[in-house]
């Protein structure tokens, strides 16, 4: 039989991670090319897919096996607006992360291509999660992906790694835990209905009583919120992100905690939408708390890594809020806010880590004046920062917007509030770049050397997205909104029709 | 040049802009030369559209050109489409014209400078921006523009960002615009929610049946982002600030057209305010309470460049609260625009060729008869200060006059207060004359003072001119007929008073403010600023405004971070860490529960994992 292409999709990395692991201790750099080599594949690969998704529509790479016949597991895979979007992300990032991370782990724990390798796997299984359309599948791959990035924490981070791996360990394992027990849930009511199937096209058949609804969206949902991370469960976060290399970080916020948000929409507005409707005015107030306090931790930060990583907490309320909104304004713009967080907060961490790399420290107090010495290093700096405070004209823009407009379509008062979150954006990301950047030249800066020619290589692909997604999003919207669509029926929610709505020849 | 080419307007900017920024080093020999053609470029372009616009009438004039959808989602669609109309064509031709001008002066003000082509780089990508702003058929779009330019003020306030000061005027501006910012989104947020659209026209064609409450939100909001733009009272702390910037930044930026970019706004969202009256009431009451407020800081100021930003605050109050009075007010609005884009521009230039020659001293008691060694640039300023005075035939004579008639045919508090606010203007311009150009010398030691090379004054020659003729746009009421199928016909209105005696009483109240300066500062001013009255440093410290801020927002705020840092670390964190210690039993065994169980943990999962492939590619292959 045939191999789908999603499957190839999966499995390339994963024999790149094996190929990596192969290559004999001395011959670092080999270990390197291959799996820089694999990662190239898979993003031409994904791209195929990509282009023949937009044209071709999503049955042509859906497939289904019977897997365990008596969990009624069964290995399945298929694409929809939302899984594109995050599956392309995957791809790109991945490479992008390899030539920035070139010598990031040569002091690790272990051998650097052991680190190489990790990231590929890391990329295979989060491709299948987002691809997975059958539950058990989903939560298998989920926690899968734990392992990977526990090891690429643990093994080649700073000081306090070892403490920040178990933290995020536990944490994650805490929540699905806690989606398992829902997961059991859910085969308990299938096995009652007649053959157990955890295919999601079986699962959003069954009948479920409200209280039931509701306790399994719990489950998810804490998982979810975990993942993503929202307040209160958000500290091991910037442990993590402030520990792990810059690469791992773009990984962990840019990729994996996306898997909370993308679990949200597939799962839990998919297969529980009443008790999605019913939760909604807790999450949205959540994601607001996360949104402001995410961003009024980020102010008060004094270490860079950590720094993004706070603002990446109140970037994650926003796009929880958006899917909570349940307007299509907001499930399209938190799906691209999905897309733009991973490219703005990928720039931002890479260009931190060069900057912290040069200096050997992530203090803020440490630098200073860094554009006079490294001008180029400062520009990259700033406009990773300009994305991510959504200046319009940048591809985050659009998304932030519609996710406010969204809210604010049915819950003005959260909206409003939100709003102020984009204040705050602009002092946490213009303090530390004054503070870092500006002013007299410190000690120990003046002989800062300006980026090389492979760092800027691998930040290029990034600013040449922010840019062109900020001028033209059509083609990621258009991706996007067949699949928000059939969400907000299965939800049963419409849209608020405009007050007054001028008619077609006046637009 | 036909309409449809109307993007090259922005087109050609930023992509000189983008070369000089990507070129690096490459360009710095004639970086200054490309980014000065390219404004120039746009600016011939300005005039083709506006010759070709003289060939149709009336509403044909209104030309919009739809490059591509934007994005659509749910109801609400927006295109990127550029709206070339008679308003927007008066802002493209004043920021293109005085914006070139503004280049060829820098060139030779920014010579000695090592990053005079970073300089040019940003400044072209603010005439991108501002065009963009100005050209936008959308409001989203407008946003885009309006931020664009709020990043080209912040990199150009910053620009000596070696300074501190300059880091942390910049980083202020862009903070503080942002807090306007919140006034649009959510206006645009509205405008989505009520009418499925935020583009001019279909704004424009629902205001009519919005319900009051909304028009009035609306309203508000738009002019909560003006205030933050054209540094209107509240948000207009930044402005002072501002002047940090290279001093052509402060003329082209910060005097003559950014700043104005809220009375912009405005003006183009008529069709919102005219539903709203208790929205224009507050246009009307925020510009001013600006247009004192600047004023009063203006007189007390002995840094010549925050004085005359004292003075920019002021004359924008003006042209606010005559776009609030509504449409007998828009096209004076307009008007002082752009006589004082003219006007301000030529003085800020100026005050930049006197720091030039004096050694980028900026403090006006170290000045003092240089009317002879800089004989151009005394006349040219002495062109802008007659203008901003109001004296006839200056421009300025024209511009607001009309505005201060307005003002009190509307209110007669409204109007005692612009005839209040133009006896101060004439005091504090008096006083920057006096103290600069006339007097005894006060120099500091090593001070050869020395008139600027041609590059910087011819510039000044021209706006000196325009200052003085700006005021033939109004000639047969031009002004008004050109802007009417925008903002639409306006009633005449009636001041109490007939309007010669109007213009006698301005000028009579002009000439106290003039004679006051006078004798104030016509001799011995002291080289060290004197304590000064209560009143004096009330205004010297800007009425308080940024103490004000220190004590609401930012010092509460520093307390909120940090005890919320404090509590994130201990609270939250030392919760769950507890818990963790809880259920680990004491934390040495945690430790060891770390290393060792959980990696072994993890490593089963890799195994089983490798199994789930393999078993899954078992199955697949039967």
């Not at chain 2, 087109?11 to 970086?31: E, F, H, M, Q, R």
């Not at chain 2, 009255?533 to 010297?540: D, H």
Request: hydrophobic share 55%.
């Amino acid at each position: 039989m045939k191999i789908g292409w999603l499957t190839l999709l999966l499995l390339l990395p994963f024999v790149g991670a094996l190929a990596t692991m192969l290559v004999p201790k001395a011959k670092a750099l080999v270990a390197k090319q291959v799996a820089l080599a694999f990662s190239l594949v898979t993003l031409v690969l994904t791209a195929i897919v990509a282009v023949g998704y937009h044209q071709d529509g999503a049955e042509k790479y859906a497939e289904s096996h019977t897997w365990i016949k008596a969990f009624g597991a069964n290995y399945a895979l298929g694409l929809d607006g939302v899984g594109v979007v995050l599956v392309v992300l995957t791809a790109l990032l991945t490479p992008i992360v390899i030539i920035a991370s070139w010598n990031d782990a040569d002091n690790g724990r272990w051998s650097s291509k052991s680190f190489f390798a990790w990231i590929l796997a890391l990329e295979a299984l989060s491709i299948g999660v987002f691809a997975a359309t059958d539950v058990f599948l989903f939560y298998v791959l989920f926690e899968a992906t734990l392992i990977p990035m526990y090891f690429l924490i643990g093994g080649f981070g700073g000081a306090q790694r070892s403490y920040a791996a178990v933290k995020f360990l536990l944490y994650s394992l805490l929540g699905g835990l806690l989606m398992l027990a829902s997961v059991v849930g859910l085969y308990v009511l299938s096995a009652r209905a007649g053959d157990p199937s955890y295919l999601l096209t079986d699962l959003v058949k069954l009948d479920m009583s409200e209280n039931t609804e509701r306790w399994l969206f719990l489950g998810f949902f804490f998982a979810f919120a975990v993942k993503a991370p929202m307040v209160p469960f958000h500290t091991w976060l910037p442990d993590a992100a402030g520990e792990a290399t810059p690469g791992t970080s773009v990984l962990l916020v840019g990729i994996l905690d996306k898997i909370g948000t993308f679990g949200m929409i597939r799962f839990c507005l998919g297969l529980f939408p009443n008790a999605s409707e019913w939760a909604t005015p807790v999450v949205l107030v959540l994601a607001l708390i996360s949104v402001l306090y995410g961003a009024l931790l980020a102010i008060g930060q004094t270490d860079i890594k950590r720094l993004i990583a706070y603002t990446s907490i109140s970037h994650f309320g926003f796009i929880v809020m958006g899917i909570f909104a349940l307007t299509s304004q907001g499930l399209v713009g938190s799906t691209l806010y999905m897309f733009n967080h991973g490219l703005s907060t990928a720039a931002l961490f890479l260009v931190a880590g060069y900057l912290i790399s040069r200096r050997g420290s992530a203090r803020i107090a440490d630098y200073g004046g860094v554009e006079k010495v490294a001008p180029v290093l400062a520009g990259t700096f700033l406009f990773a920062g300009l994305s991510s405070l959504a200046l319009p004209g940048l591809s985050p823009f659009i998304s932030e917007f519609m996710v406010l407009a969204g809210v604010f379509s049915k819950h003005k008062v959260i909206a409003v509030i939100a709003v102020v979150g984009i204040v705050l954006a602009a002092l946490y990301i213009l303090l530390m770049y004054q503070r870092t950047m500006t002013g007299p030249v410190r000690e120990g800066i003046e002989k800062l050397t300006d980026l090389n020619k492979r760092e800027i290589f691998a930040i290029v692909p990034l600013v040449v997205l922010i840019i062109g997604l900020g001028i033209f999003p059509k083609p990621v919207v258009d991706i996007i909104k067949p699949a928000v669509e059939s969400t907000m029926q299965r939800v049963g929610v419409t849209d608020k029709a405009p007050q007054i709505p001028v008619t077609e020849g006046q637009k | 040049m036909s309409h449809e080419l109307t993007w090259l307007l922005v087109a050609i900017p930023a992509v000189s802009a983008a070369i000089l920024l990507l070129g690096g080093k490459a360009t710095n020999a004639w970086g200054h030369l490309l980014g000065t053609a390219a404004s120039l470029a746009a600016f011939v372009c300005g005039v083709l559209l506006f010759v070709q616009m003289q060939g149709h009438h009336g509403e044909e004039r209104s030309e919009t050109v739809r490059l591509f959808e934007w994005f659509q989602v749910g109801s609400v669609k927006v295109d990127f489409t550029l709206l070339i109309d008679p308003l927007s064509i008066l802002f493209v031709l004043l920021i293109t014209g005085v914006g070139s001008l503004i280049h060829i002066y820098s060139i030779g003000y920014m010579e000695h400078d090592p990053r005079r082509r970073r300089f040019f780089a940003y400044l072209n990508l603010f005439v991108a921006a501002m065009l963009l702003l100005v050209l936008s058929a959308d409001y989203l779009l407008v946003f885009v523009g309006w931020e664009g330019v709020g990043l080209a003020s912040y990199l150009l306030i910053g620009f000596w960002q070696h300074k501190d000061s300059a880091a942390v005027a910049a980083k202020k501006a862009f903070v503080v615009n942002r807090v306007g910012d919140i006034g649009l989104s959510l206006a645009v947020m509205s405008m989505w929610a009520l009418f499925g659209s935020s583009a001019f026209v279909s704004v424009n064609a629902g205001a009519e049946s919005m319900s009051h409450t909304w028009a009035t939100l609306v309203g508000l909001m738009l002019l909560l982002a003006a205030c933050g733009k054209s540094a209107q009272v509240p948000l207009q702390s930044w402005l002072l600030d501002a002047m940090e910037g290279p001093t052509p930044v402060s003329a082209l930026i910060h005097a003559a057209t950014m700043v104005t970019a809220g009375v912009y706004l405005v003006v183009r969202s008529h069709a919102i305010f005219e539903q709203s009256e208790a929205a224009s009431t507050a246009v009307v009451i925020v510009g001013t309470v600006t247009a004192l407020a600047g004023a009063i800081i203006g007189t007390a100021k002995d840094d010549i460049k925050k004085a005359l930003a004292g003075s920019t605050m002021s004359q924008i109050g003006y042209m606010m609260l005559a776009a609030g009075l509504g449409p007998a007010g828009y096209v004076f609005a307009i008007f002082h625009l752009i006589t004082h884009g003219f006007f301000k521009a030529n003085m800020f230039l100026g005050a930049g060729s006197v720091m030039h020659g004096m050694n980028d001293d900026v403090n006006m008691r170290h000045y003092g008869a240089l009317r002879t060694p800089m004989k151009i640039t005394f006349v040219t300023f002495a062109f802008g200060y007659l203008a901003i005075l109001g004296i006839p035939p200056f421009s300025g004579f024209f511009s607001k006059d009309k505005i201060i008639e307005a003002a009190f045919a509307d209110n007669l508090v409204i109007g005692l207060c612009t005839l209040l606010g133009a006896g101060i203007t004439a005091f504090y311009m008096t006083r920057v004359m006096l103290m600069t150009f006339l007097g005894e010398k006060r120099w500091e030691k090593d001070v050869h003072p020395h008139e600027s090379p041609k590059v910087m004054t011819v510039p000044l020659v021209i706006l000196a001119l325009l200052s003085l003729v700006g005021g033939v746009l109004a000639l047969g009421g031009w002004l008004e007929h050109w802007l009417e199928p925008v903002v639409g016909a306006h009633e005449e209105h009636h001041p109490p008073l007939p309007i010669i005696v109007m213009t006698l009483i301005t000028l009579a109240v002009v000439a106290v403010g003039i004679v006051i300066a006078v004798a104030k500062y016509r001799r011995d001013i002291p080289r060290e600023a004197p304590a000064g009255s209560p009143l004096t440093v009330l205004a010297r410290r800007d009425l308080y405004g940024d103490a004000l801020n220190e004590a609401v927002l930012m010092r509460p705020g520093q307390y909120l971070t940090r005890t919320l840092v404090w509590l994130d670390n201990r609270g939250v964190d030392g919760l769950v860490n507890g818990l963790a210690a809880l259920f680990g039993g004491l934390s040495g065994r945690l430790r060891r529960f770390q290393t060792g169980f959980v990696r072994s943990y993890a490593l089963s999962m890799v195994f089983g994992a490798a199994f789930v492939v393999v078993a899954l590619l078992a199955v697949r292959l039967s």
